[in-house]
Nanobody, 121 residues
Framework: QVQLVESGGGLVQAGGSLRLSCSAS????????MNWYRQAPGKQRELVAS???????YYLDSVKGRFTISRDNAKNTVSLQMTGLKSEDTAVYYC???????????????WGRGTQVTVSS
């Protein structure tokens, strides 16, 4: 069974920084993309940042230049360094991973349970 567990959320003042981490564990053979999503109250979940197995990245326009995504393939972890935080960054942040659990197996998306990030103005 695969589990993704996020950590590093919390309360921070506007302009501050936080580092989120997500660790994938269990029967994992290969991971393609690892992603960070967020969902603010009353809003749809949105993709914040993504990193592929070739280390190519994607960022939501509103976080470009402030957030940095990285991954450690040996440890099956993905991190999101967030700087210059704004009140509009307040949300529950979720990681997910597109992974397979066996050689020649299909790839499926697995989600963590989320971690709360609150930015006070």
């Amino acid at each position: 069974q695969v589990q993704l567990v996020e950590s590093g959320g919390g309360l921070v003042q506007a302009g501050g920084s936080l580092r989120l981490s997500c660790s994938a564990s269990g029967r994992i053979f290969s991971i393609n993309a690892m992603n960070w999503y967020r969902q603010a109250p009353g809003k749809q979940r949105e993709l914040v940042a993504s990193i592929n197995s070739d280390d190519s990245t994607y960022y939501l326009d509103s976080v470009k230049g402030r957030f940095t995504i990285s991954r450690d393939n040996a440890k099956n972890t993905v991190s999101l360094q967030m700087t210059g935080l704004k009140s509009e960054d307040t949300a529950v942040y979720y990681c997910n991973a597109d992974l397979s659990t066996e050689l020649w197996g299909a790839y499926d998306l697995y989600w963590g349970r989320g971690t709360q990030v609150t930015v006070s103005s």
